[in-house]
Nanobody
Framework: QVQLVESGGGLVQPGGSLTLSCAAS????????MGWYRQLPGKQRELVAV???????NYADSVKGRFFISRDNARNTVYLQMKSLQPEDTAVYYC?????????WGKGTLVTVSS
């Protein structure tokens, strides 16, 4: 059974930082491209950052230079380090694992940026 479990969300003030984690099980993690997406109520889920199985990264323009994705294949975990958070970063953040067109999703973790 495949599970992606996100953690690390919460309430943070503008300008603050958070690090999200996603622990994967049931997949051969090192072969999967891993990503973080986010979704606001009533809006489509959007890509935040992805890291390929070989370690290449890609970011949404809105988070470049503020967010950093990394992976630890030994721990089957992908991270999203978020800095200089702004209210517009408030969303539910979802972890994604993809390989050969098959996608797995976590249940999401809420990040709220507010003073």
């Amino acid at each position: 059974q495949v599970q992606l479990v996100e953690s690390g969300g919460g309430l943070v003030q503008p300008g603050g930082s958070l690090t999200l984690s996603c622990a994967a099980s049931g997949i051969d993690f090192s072969f999967y491209d891993m990503g973080w997406y986010r979704q606001l109520p009533g809006k489509q889920r959007e890509l935040v950052a992805v890291i390929s199985s070989s370690g290449h990264t890609n970011y949404a323009d809105s988070v470049k230079g503020r967010f950093f994705i990394s992976r630890d294949n030994a721990r089957n975990t992908v991270y999203l380090q978020m800095k200089s958070l702004q209210p517009e970063d408030t969303a539910v953040y979802y972890c994604n694992g993809a390989r050969y067109g098959v996608n797995y999703w976590g249940k999401g973790t809420l990040v709220t940026v507010s003073s």
